[in-house]
Nanobody, 123 residues
Framework: EVRFVESGGDLVQAGGSLRLTCVFS????????IGWFRQAPGKEREGVSC????????YYADSVAGRFTISADNAKNTVYLQMNSLKPEDTAIYYC????????????????WGQGTQVTVSS
């Protein structure tokens, strides 16, 4: 059974930092990239950052480049997202999953989504 468990979300002030953690199971990280995605109220889910299984290839959305850093611990089946200089527009529920098309949420099946973790950035 594929499972994703996200944690680390919180309420922070603009300019603050958070570190999100995604622990996954049910598949081998050696075979797939992992990504962080987010969905803000009233908006579609979007790709934030993705990392290849070997960690040698990363992607960042323009809106987070230079502020967020993705990393992984293959031995622990864990992926992290360090978020610095947070902005109110970063407020969303953050999810991790296995991307199918680039670093987008397109066509990811329902059972490949966890509950997510809420990030709220106050101005």
């Amino acid at each position: 059974e594929v499972r994703f468990v996200e944690s680390g979300g919180d309420l922070v002030q603009a300019g603050g930092s958070l570190r999100l953690t995604c622990v996954f199971s049910g598949f081998s990280f050696d075979d797939y990239a992992i990504g962080w995605f987010r969905q803000a109220p009233g908006k579609e889910r979007e790709g934030v950052s993705c990392i290849s299984s070997r960690g040698d290839d990363t992607y960042y959305a323009d809106s987070v480049a230079g502020r967020f850093t993705i990393s992984a611990d293959n031995a622990k089946n864990t992926v992290y997202l360090q978020m610095n200089s947070l902005k109110p527009e970063d407020t969303a529920i953050y999810y991790c999953s296995v991307p199918i098309h680039g670093c987008t949420p397109h066509d990811i099946e329902d059972h490949y989504w966890g509950q997510g973790t809420q990030v709220t950035v106050s101005s």
